[in-house]
């Protein structure tokens, strides 16, 4: 190949650029302002990406597939410099890089994202931000304040990144996720970073962990189709245990909303059977394979429809307003024939997606100290929360003894190639590095 | 040179660059998109000219077509652990010129395959690499490289000025020289001429 690279065409550079992985199309656009504009100009798709942020650390998760992820964690070291340690699919320690940069986590943060993401061809699946503080309070009284601080923390850091990367619409993302301590006010200025025209939801996920299982067994949630933003928002609550009390969420989320509420079951099951033959109204056949029953249901809000639908994916219930039927209509007509189950339904919905949901209860044991989305609020340690906790560490042992016996995950005739600044070197003894950089200064 | 019927036993005949011309299966032929668009339907009078690639690279491009032809349908690139042992003779047995001539060959003729498996075999010599890795690999010069270049063209820059000044003094020297006896000369005669001039005002 040697010397002969120039020798291909443009088509031929992109066709190979758009086989290579995130840092080496970095890499490549590094070496000449030729190959720096191949790889500017050819499409990338990234499905996923993370940023958890707390106090100064920063948590960069980018998904580039099902369980191929680089992790970037960053925290200020002594003298006030930042310690980066990166890993590629893996979370463990030992996998890890250690480095010392000179400035700050926000600064690093910024380079990173803006550096890898912030690009006209590259767009990004779903753009999940998690801050903590928001409307996570141990008193109802520190609400108000905590909801400022954390309006305040998010305006600063968009403004850091604009200004950093010398754009207003940083990224191109079709899907704005943030974790449930966030709120409306949050949402919008994180949304400013995004091209407007690529963004097409924002949600909100928070999730209920289970002391039995460890992949989702619900999902309660909201939809506006046409809310004060401009574009669809939503929120989402992924329960891993199916409890009597979540029908009363789901109302109370019917009746809240100025769109509509979901309740999707992951398996037509005994719950599920016994909320489906509990209602006692005729069942419609309204496609092929889809049944439904309609009934009204009065509450403090005005009364709500309720739609029970099965089909052979599963079952589901949506609950609307009679004021907000419309939308929901509007809403029905465009999505008549999707599957109602979304990410729940193995079937329908894209595996990457399908595969992410179902691992989310993991980032509670896997990343303890960034696993915000935990609707019981990870500041607030308690019995019931530390015993949830070692419930999920002994399904997840145990799913990983059954994946070994089977053979799954042995890694046998396969080698996964370490992309470039995420080799496996192990963990360095940074703390001579730290204190030689501590005395130059 | 042939008819378009779609059987396997047809042969086409194919003019490389040096204008020499070897016959190809129509089946091989037909994975070729460019081809198909421009000749399956109308067919070829004579040979068919694809004259921008070398005889070599031809053959080559065709031999995987010939090997290909009886594989099932092409369903995107297969992991280098899944191409057969003659794929991997195939790709291995040639030098770096051939398989860039092959990849350029292959894309204008449009064979979706061959592209696809070459580009593949690129990507993983980048992936995984930093740039300077990547440098050396698409043998782009480094900046110490370029230094060391540009000194070297600045001391050759510098040698040269040196001979062209040098050159440039020889020169006046020589047109002193050459100017000298025709200065004289013109002086001799303008003197002689005053001399005449001078007797015959004289006389």
């Not at chain 1, 106090?55 to 980066?84: A, P, Q």
């Not at chain 1, 309720?306 to 219930?317: I, K, L, N």
């Not at chain 1, 042995?410 to 501590?438: L, P, Y």
């Amino acid at each position: 190949m040697a010397a002969n690279w120039s020798d291909l065409s443009t088509e031929l550079k992109q066709n190979v650029v758009g086989r290579l992985d995130l840092m080496s199309r970095h890499s490549l656009r590094s070496t000449c302002r030729l190959n720096r504009f191949v790889v500017d100009f050819t499409e990338f798709f990234v499905p996923r990406v993370r940023v958890s942020v707390k106090d100064s650390e920063f948590l960069i998760m980018i998904h580039t597939g099902i369980d191929k992820f680089l992790r970037i964690e960053m925290r200020i070291g002594s003298g006030g410099k930042t310690i980066i340690r990166k890993l590629q699919n893996s979370y463990h320690a030992k996998d890890a890089i250690e480095k010392v940069l000179p400035s700050t986590p926000r600064y690093h943060a910024a380079q990173i994202l803006c550096g890898l993401l912030s690009r006209e061809k590259t767009l990004i699946g779903v753009m999940e931000w998690e801050f903590e503080g928001g409307i996570d309070v141990k008193n109802q009284a520190d609400e108000q304040t905590s909801i400022q601080a954390t309006i305040a923390k998010i305006v600063s850091l968009v403004n850091f990144f604009q200004k950093f990367s010398g754009k207003s619409q940083i990224f191109r993302a079709n899907k704005l996720m943030t974790s449930w301590n966030l709120n409306l006010d949050m949402e919008a200025c994180l949304k400013q970073m995004f091209v407007q025209e690529d963004l097409r939801k924002i949600e909100r996920v928070g999730l209920m962990t289970s002391t039995t299982s460890l992949t989702p067994a619900a999902s309660c949630d909201s939809y506006v189709p046409l809310s004060g933003m401009g574009i669809p928002c939503g929120t989402n609550s992924v329960l891993h245990e199916y409890d009597p009390m979540h029908w009363n969420m789901f109302m109370l989320v019917s009746c809240q909303t100025p769109g509509f509420g979901v309740l999707r079951f992951a398996q037509f099951n005994d719950t599920a059977k016994e909320l489906w033959n509990s209602v006692k109204e005729p069942i419609e056949k309204i496609s092929d394979k889809k049944y439904r029953k309609v009934c009204l249901v009065g509450t403090f809000n005005g009364r709500i429809l309720m739609m029970h639908e099965r089909s052979p994916c599963g079952y589901w219930v949506y609950g609307i307003l009679e004021k907000n039927q419309r939308v929901f209509e509007d809403y029905r007509r465009l999505n008549f024939n999707s599957c109602g189950l979304g990410w729940l339904c193995k079937k329908c919905t894209d595996p990457f997606e399908y595969n992410y949901y179902q691992n989310l209860g993991r980032r509670v044991f896997l990343e303890p100290k960034w696993s915000g989305i935990w609707q019981s609020g990870v500041n607030h340690e308690t019995k019931a929360l530390s015993d949830k906790k070692n419930v999920a560490w002994k399904c997840y042992k145990e799913d990983e003894k059954m994946k070994k016996d089977s053979g799954e995950n042995s890694g046998e005739g396969t080698m996964v190639q370490k992309m470039w600044g995420f080799g496996n070197q192990g963990v360095e003894d940074i703390s001579q590095r730290m204190a030689e950089s501590v005395k130059i200064n | 040179m042939t008819s378009p019927a779609s059987s396997s036993e047809v042969k086409y005949l194919i003019e490389s660059s040096e204008g020499n011309t070897f016959d190809v299966s129509g089946a091989a032929l037909r994975q070729s998109n460019t081809f198909n668009a421009m000749f399956l339907n109308i067919g070829a009078d004579g040979p068919i000219p694809f004259t921008d690639y070398n005889e070599a690279t031809l053959k080559k491009v065709f031999e995987y077509c010939e090997h290909s032809v009886n594989e099932e349908n092409y369903s995107g690139p297969k992991h280098q652990d899944d191409l057969s042992k003659w794929d991997l003779n195939f790709f291995n047995e040639m030098d770096q010129k051939m398989f860039i001539d092959v990849i350029n060959a292959s894309n204008f003729l449009d064979i979706e395959r061959l592209t696809s498996y070459c580009c593949e075999r690129i990507a993983r010599m980048l992936r995984g690499k930093n740039t300077q890795e990547m440098i050396k690999v698409i043998t782009l010069p480094t900046a110490e490289e370029l230094e060391a270049k540009q000194k070297v063209e600045e001391k050759k820059a510098a040698a040269a000025k040196k001979v062209a000044e040098k050159a440039a003094e020889t020169a006046e020297k020589t047109e002193t020289l050459e100017e000298l006896p025709v200065q004289q000369l013109v002086q001799t005669t303008r003197n002689k001429l005053t001399r005449k001039y001078l007797s015959f005002s004289n006389e």
